[in-house]
């Protein structure tokens, strides 16, 4: 049995979380701490990130302290330690990823630099025993990534968006809607019981053979018909509209990936999952063509710390580990 702390603060969630597995044997998220920013980044519309870092800084070792409290492992018991070393915001990555190595050299023990899009692609999977070969989406504020899926640590990408990502999107429209940062979850409320076909927005791309994503001209149209209508609009139609546009792109190119691999699996992860029209129109669009469907808990939807410590327990039992020289890689890519 192998026990691992992660840190997770690529962005605007502080995050620690305790895992413990050995290998064949089902994962336990011991401990799952996130301490959002959110609320102290909304007078701004977005993060800032000096905020975001002096703020992991001051976060950070109270979360440790009450992880490790609550779950009643003492420090020496853990066998190594793991941080998210990219991509993200430099100045978060530097806070959670310096934590990590720190605590791993007073400890003796191996430090693993985790690459975040990985922890999010293998949140579906956290109680499970291994990763069987999928597809993935991803989708969060900052990605929307297709990946053929062979098992842990095996990856190819598919398609990517080309301009905004799916996360992006939604928190863009939530702002030219008014609505308050981060627009996501916001759009999904206010798209509660309008009618998704009120507007009749692009599906860019959704005929295309590649397996490439767009969304700036989805955005762009949501702005003109704003525009032309001077603001008076059915915020909750619209909102409905926009929303059911997104779905049928990323259902629509997951399944074209799904058929041309011929993979009969599909994995959804990333913030974005989070929103319910989505996982039940993947639910119902993966029931009709026969293809499993799987997704991360609610909780393991956003970022957190359980996804990148099971990541970083994987790659433990698999032997690897990370020299504590490894710098943050803002701009990481997963393959
Ligand atoms: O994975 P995540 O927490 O952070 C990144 O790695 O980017 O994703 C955050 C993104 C934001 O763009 C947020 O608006 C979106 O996930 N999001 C949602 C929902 N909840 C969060 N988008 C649509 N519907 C939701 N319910
Ligand atoms: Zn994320």
Redesign the pocket.
Same mark, same amino acid.
Not at 182 to 185: A, D, S, W, Y
């Given at each position: 049995m192998a026990l691992l702390l992660a840190i997770e603060s690529s962005?605007d969630e502080t995050a620690v979380a305790i895992v413990r597995g050995s290998a064949g044997r089902t994962a336990e998220v011991l401990a799952s701490e996130v301490s959002s920013q959110i609320e102290l980044h909304r007078e701004h519309g977005g993060v800032v990130p000096e905020l975001a870092s002096r703020n992991h800084s001051l976060r950070l070792r109270g979360l440790v302290g009450k992880a490790l409290a609550d779950t009643g492992v003492a420090m020496r018991e853990i066998d190594a330690f793991a941080a998210t070393s990219g991509p993200g915001l430099a100045s978060s990555l530097l806070i959670g990823s310096t934590a990590a190595k720190g605590m791993a050299c007073a400890m003796n023990r191996p430090f693993l630099a985790i690459n975040?899009l990985e922890g999010?692609l293998l949140s579906p999977f956290l109680d499970r025993t291994s990763v069987p070969p999928h597809i993935a989406l991803i989708v969060? *504020? &900052?990605h929307t990534l297709l990946l053929d899926v062979e098992g842990s640590g095996r990856y190819r990408r598919l398609g990517g968006t080309r301009d905004d990502a799916a &996360?992006?999107a939604?928190?863009k429209v939530g702002k030219m809607l008014g609505l308050a940062y981060? *627009?996501?979850?916001e759009?999904?409320k206010a798209a509660r019981g309008g009618n998704p076909k009120a507007y009749d927005f692009p599906r860019s791309m959704l005929g295309d053979a590649h397996l490439d994503f767009s969304f700036s001209g989805l955005k762009t149209a949501v702005l003109y018909t704003l525009q032309r209508a001077e603001g008076m609009v059915c915020v909750t139609d619209l909102a409905a509209s926009f929303q059911q546009a997104v779905i049928d792109i990323l259902v629509g190119k997951t399944l074209r990936a799904a058929r041309q691999t011929g993979r009969s699996m599909i994995g959804l992860s &990333? *913030?974005?999952s989070?929103?319910r029209a989505l996982r039940d129109a993947f639910h119902d669009a993966c029931g009709k063509s026969g293809h499993e469907f799987v997704t991360a808990a609610p909780d393991f939807c956003?970022?957190n710390a359980a996804m990148i410590a099971f990541a970083a327990l994987l790659r433990h039992l698999a032997g690897e580990c990370s020299p504590l020289g490894e710098d943050i890689h803002p701009n990481l890519p997963l393959v």
């Open positions: 962005c975040h999010h969060s *504020g &900052g &996360g992006e939604f928190d981060p *627009g996501g979850p759009i999904e &990333g *913030g974005v989070l929103n956003t970022d």
